[in-house]
């Protein structure tokens, strides 16, 4: 429940001390702070050698001066967990971004000229085959330059995983089955697990 981030002279220490040309900040959000992503840009532009970096973020927390930043200094790539085309599921799934928000995020990253990869969810929580063609339809309108459509899997202890098991819509409860890329294990009123996996292929042709 806490975000805890790394003083930035440490980021830079650990950089320059293994000599890092290529970097992926793999935070969850890494733009969450800032202040932070502004001081990181100042320090990493003062190092010796040229670095490269791909970082994840989170479509509602980012604004145009603040990309426009991040590009002229060390930032290529930027990952935004946009997961579904429709705004009622993302409610549903208590996502606090909105589609129009994803749209404004690809909008500016690119307008900063930066590259995008977005990561989009099939069978969230109140997903149908019309809210997933709704998913396919705006990854196809952004036109990212990596796009990932992920299963949404039912852990334990997570809302969709409490539900999922309160409901009995669990097919498959193996471990090995809870894999976000390939197994599709739950079946909800409207959107069964076969159904999931022909709209990821579906997805992934289109």
């Known amino acids: 429940s806490k975000v805890r981030f790394r003083p930035v002279e440490t980021v830079i220490e650990e950089i320059s001390r293994y000599n890092l040309h290529n970097i992926a900040f793999h935070a969850d959000t890494a733009t969450?702070?800032?202040?932070w992503i502004y001081d990181f840009c100042d320090a990493v532009d003062k190092l010796p050698f040229k670095v490269?970096?791909?970082?994840?973020?989170?479509?509602?927390?980012?604004?145009?001066?603040?990309l426009n930043r991040m590009?002229?200094?060390?930032?290529?790539?930027i990952c935004y967990g946009v997961e579904s085309g429709n705004d009622e599921v993302l409610r549903m799934n208590k996502k606090e971004a909105t589609v129009e928000q994803a749209r404004q995020a690809v909008k500016m990253s690119k307008k900063a000229g930066l590259k995008i990869w977005t990561y989009m969810m099939?069978?969230?929580y109140g997903d149908t085959e019309k809210t997933m063609?709704?998913?396919?339809d705006l990854a196809c309108e952004f036109n990212a330059d990596?796009?990932?459509f992920a299963i949404s899997a039912p852990y334990p202890s997570t809302e969709f995983g409490?539900?999922?098991?309160?409901?009995n819509w669990?097919?498959?409860?193996?471990?090995?089955?809870m894999d976000q890329n390939y197994s599709s294990i739950v079946d909800q009123p409207n959107c069964s697990h076969e159904l999931v996996l022909k709209m990821q292929k579906k997805a992934y042709l289109k």
């Not at 969450?32 to 202040?35: G, H, L």
């Not at 590009?71 to 790539?77: G, I, P, R, T």
């Open 162 to 167: 409490k539900i999922a098991i309160e409901n």
């Open 146 to 148: 990596i796009v990932n």
């Open 52 to 66: 490269r970096i791909v970082t994840n973020s989170r479509v509602d927390t980012v604004d145009q001066d603040m």
């Open 170 to 177: 669990l097919v498959d409860k193996r471990w090995e089955a």
């Open 32 to 35: 969450m702070n800032k202040k």
């Open 133 to 136: 063609n709704q998913t396919i």
């Open 122 to 124: 099939l069978g969230m």
């Open 71 to 77: 590009k002229a200094s060390s930032f290529w790539m």
